[in-house]
Nanobody, 124 residues
Framework: QLQLVESGGGLVQPGGSLRLSCAAS????????IAWFRQAPGKEREGVSS????????NYADSVKGRFTISRDNAKNTVYLQMNSLKVEDTAIYYC?????????????????WGQGTQVTVSS
């Protein structure tokens, strides 16, 4: 099994920044595509960003393109999501997910392992 733990969430004002981390235990991430999803109350879980196992290829939802950056450090078994210019509508629980593949998209069915989530609240 692959264990994923998110951290870095918190409360920020609109326009602020946060960096989320997703740390893996028990497995090396270098053969896994990783994605970040988010879920707001009353909303479906939506894909935010994904990154290929090598880190070369990335995908972003239109709503976050230009504001969020996904990256990974396979040596540290960690994936990051840098979130800048945060908006109120970014408020959600953010989850990381891993799929045993070189590259995956932003559908939750593409991923096999999920973390517990970290809360991001953007409030004015």
């Amino acid at each position: 099994q692959l264990q994923l733990v998110e951290s870095g969430g918190g409360l920020v004002q609109p326009g602020g920044s946060l960096r989320l981390s997703c740390a893996a235990s028990g497995f090396s991430l270098d053969l896994y595509a990783i994605a970040w999803f988010r879920q707001a109350p009353g909303k479906e879980r939506e894909g935010v960003s994904s990154i290929s196992s090598s880190g070369v290829s990335t995908n972003y939802a239109d709503s976050v393109k230009g504001r969020f950056t996904i990256s990974r450090d396979n040596a540290k078994n960690t994936v990051y999501l840098q979130m800048n210019s945060l908006k109120v509508e970014d408020t959600a629980i953010y989850y990381c997910a891993a799929g045993y593949a070189s590259s995956r998209g932003l559908s939750r069915h593409e991923y096999d392992y999920w973390g517990q989530g970290t809360q991001v609240t953007v409030s004015s």
